[in-house]
């Protein structure tokens, strides 16, 4: 009995993971679920397939027509509506309001041969409850196709995020990146169900949104005359002699929030200060410190001494553009930047010391936290509230203010000490231009430098150890960043972002318990039929073991 029963185990071991390695393969949902029950049988979806909503919840319309138009995009026919409030019947997907469910973006998915049930207390529930049944779909119903029917493996699903806020930023203050880009780049956020995306819009070297008020901030600032070739370490230095820029308008941008809305994604907008502004400067140099100096848009990277100077002027100026960014971005946070902005121009500067004197302030990063307040006190005045980089603790936390924590996470643990609300951003987790591969120089197109596989984006627990039950309680939750200095192209952005926002997605949305990189990465193998379908150019390194650090 003693050598029988190690036998018996063993192969019982076995059996188990056999089993697990085919529920990978037959529930490829990312980011994973945090009930999933396997079911027998499938469902087949086709031209008879009939969608039947509540009756007195409207914007649950929102979420089944993004079904149909995925349907109808890849095999031509419309899926009928029944009645609203109609029972489900067979060969139905029924939409039900579950109030029982806690959590908005909660949702339970029931898949059986005869039909699916999608039970959610909002919309946005049941829109999250449909990329899972979409993630479940042959990757066809991607694009167009010849496939008439989609089988969907049955299955029963019990789901909802661990943290409310879940972002996603891209930088298109260094380069531009065309409107239909943005728009698919939301469109995978919602596959990934990210509920927020940052948009950085200002920068040394590009101001990209239109500000009526001000004019030379399109004529001007949205342009550099050149780039710098090469990683900007490189001597010499090289020069396409090219230039470069662009901005979206006022309509563009209001489009795209609508785009991001129907997709129940918030965007928020970002205008670096006092920091990052050279662009800005460029187009107005009453905006500086230094007088009778011609500022450029930047062509290179790197941290500039040049920044807004904290006079009256330029606090209209802000005060006057954030209106325009109010009136078209409707978000509840207004990013307003806040990180690398050096000092020497203040202390040189008359005007910035007279404000240091009249305002009792002890020195320049005083000023800072009095330049952040100032512009905190007018963006709560309208409703509002700001979001800055983790160098707004310096001289004094804003109020009302939430810190994005990129310098390591000493900045959110401090910030939610002060019980101020954090979202955690730490460079060496989540900053996606990092190189992806030990041999990064070898094989991968020049980055800002750092080394971040997948399988350690994928590690990451945006909750400290050291918090209090009470204090991890001011983590809304984690956001990956998609900086630009050596990003130019969308499909290079593609190539940084994915499939690293995979795992970015499962470390916001799936319990800490719930998580496994074995598993995760037999879901992704097959999950990426989905990606190449929608054209993504992810980067392909995951398919290697040297790229995954040796993990197993």
């Known amino acids: 009995m003693i050598r029988i029963i190690p036998a018996f185990l063993l192969l019982f071991l076995l059996s188990q993971v056999q089993v697990f390695a085919q529920d990978s393969l037959r529930y490829t949902i990312i980011p994973k679920p945090q009930k999933l029950t396997p079911q027998k049988g499938e469902f087949v979806l086709d031209g008879k397939t009939t969608l039947i909503l509540p009756a007195d919840s409207p914007g649950f319309k929102l979420a089944a027509d993004y079904l149909a138009g995925l349907v109808k995009n890849a095999a031509g026919y419309q899926l009928p509506y029944a009645k ?6 067979k060969n139905s997907i029924s939409f039900l309001v579950d109030t029982s469910i806690k959590n908005a973006e909660g949702y339970k998915l029931e898949v059986t041969p005869k039909q699916v049930l999608v039970k959610a207390r909002t919309a946005q529930g049941a829109f999250f409850a449909l990329q899972s049944l979409r993630q479940l779909m042959p990757a066809e119903i991607e694009g167009k196709t010849q496939m008439r029917t989609f089988k969907v493996p049955a299955v029963a699903i019990e789901d909802a995020p661990r943290f409310a806020y879940r972002g996603l930023m891209l930088d298109v203050g260094r380069y531009y990146f065309p409107v239909d880009f943005l728009r698919k780049y939301i469109d995978l956020m919602a596959f990934y169900k990210i509920n927020t995306f940052h948009l950085h819009l200002t920068e040394d070297a590009g101001w990209r949104m239109e500000i009526k008020k001000y004019p030379k901030l399109q004529e001007i600032a949205a342009w550099r005359d050149s780039t710098v070739v090469g990683h900007v370490k490189d001597k010499p230095r090289k020069y396409d002699g090219k230039r470069h820029g662009g901005y979206y308008t006022q309509q563009e941008l209001k489009d795209l929030v609508k785009y991001a809305q129907n997709r129940f994604i918030t965007i928020i907008p970002e205008i670096d200060m006092p920091g990052h502004s050279l662009a800005a400067l460029a187009a107005y140099p009453e905006l500086g410190c230094i007088k009778d100096t011609t500022y450029q848009v930047l062509t290179a990277w790197g941290i500039q001494k040049d920044i807004f100077c904290p006079h009256e002027t330029t606090f209209k100026f802000l005060e006057d553009v954030l209106t325009e960014v109010m009136d078209v971005f409707p978000s509840k946070y207004i990013h307003i930047g806040g990180d690398e902005a050096p000092k020497d121009r203040w202390k040189k500067s008359a005007e910035a010391q007279a404000v240091i004197k009249r305002e009792g302030l002890k020195d320049e990063h005083e000023l800072q936290s009095y330049f ?12 509002r509230a700001i979001i800055g980089w983790d160098e707004i603790l310096e001289g004094g936390l804003a109020p009302n203010a939430t810190v994005m924590s990129w310098r390591g996470e000493k900045g959110g643990i401090a910030a939610a000490k002060q019980k101020h609300d954090v979202i955690m951003s730490p460079n060496t987790f989540l900053y996606l231009d990092y190189y992806q591969t030990p041999d990064a120089r070898k094989v991968e197109p ?22 209090t039950p009470e204090e991890a309680k001011h983590i809304l939750g984690p956001q990956a960043n998609v900086w630009s200095e050596y990003i130019a192209t969308p499909d290079h952005a593609e190539h940084m972002t994915f499939p690293r926002a995979s795992a970015f997605a499962e470390v916001a949305w799936t319990a800490p318990e719930k998580k496994n990189f074995s598993d995760f990465k037999a879901r992704l193998f097959k999950h990426v039929q989905h990606l190449d379908k929608l054209g993504v150019k992810y980067a392909p390194y995951f398919k290697t073991e040297k790229a995954l650090g040796q993990v197993k």
Request: net charge positive; no cysteine; aromatic share 10%.
């Open 372 to 383: 952040i307040q100032r512009i905190e006190k007018f963006v709560n005045s309208k409703g």
């Open 446 to 467: 020049v980055a800002i430098g750092g080394y971040l596989p997948l399988e350690k984006v994928y590690s990451y627990n945006p909750v400290p150890a050291s918090l």
């Open 84 to 89: 609203p409030g109609s029972k489900p019947q």
